[in-house]
């Protein structure tokens, strides 16, 4: 059985940081592509970053340049660092893992999700 579990999320003031972290089990960690993906009240999921089974990246324009997502094989877990976060950032925080690549991209129904972490930025 397949799980992936976050931990990280909390209250934070603009301009601060926090770290998202998403371990994984029931699976070969080390051969998945994992996102990262939130949702904000009254608005829909959208895709934050995804990193893939060799460590490649890619970031949506709203984060990039303020969050990094980054994996440990040896701990099957994903991580996101999230600095200079600003209000509108708040979110439930979801990450998803999927065998291919486009399966945790844009627009993708990643095969698996975790439960979500709370991420809110005050002002």
């Known amino acids: 059985q397949v799980q992936l579990v976050e931990s990280g999320g909390g209250l934070v003031q603009a301009r601060g940081s926090l770290r998202l972290s998403c371990a994984a089990s029931?699976?070969?960690?080390?051969?998945?592509?994992e996102g990262w993906f939130r949702q904000a009240p009254g608005k829909e999921r959208e895709f934050v970053a995804a990193?893939?089974?060799?460590?490649?990246?890619i970031y949506s324009d709203s984060v990039k340049g303020r969050f990094t997502i980054s994996r440990d094989n040896t701990k099957n877990t994903v991580y996101l660092q999230m600095d200079s976060l600003k209000v509108g950032d708040t979110a439930v925080y979801y990450c998803?893992?999927?065998?291919?690549?486009?399966?945790?991209?844009?627009?993708?129904?990643?095969?698996?999700w975790g439960q979500g972490t709370q991420v809110t930025v005050s002002s």
């Open positions: 990193i893939n089974w060799t460590g490649g990246t």
């Open positions: 029931g699976l070969t960690f080390s051969t998945y592509n």
């Open positions: 998803a893992a999927d065998g291919r690549l486009r399966g945790v991209l844009p627009g993708s129904s990643p095969d698996y």
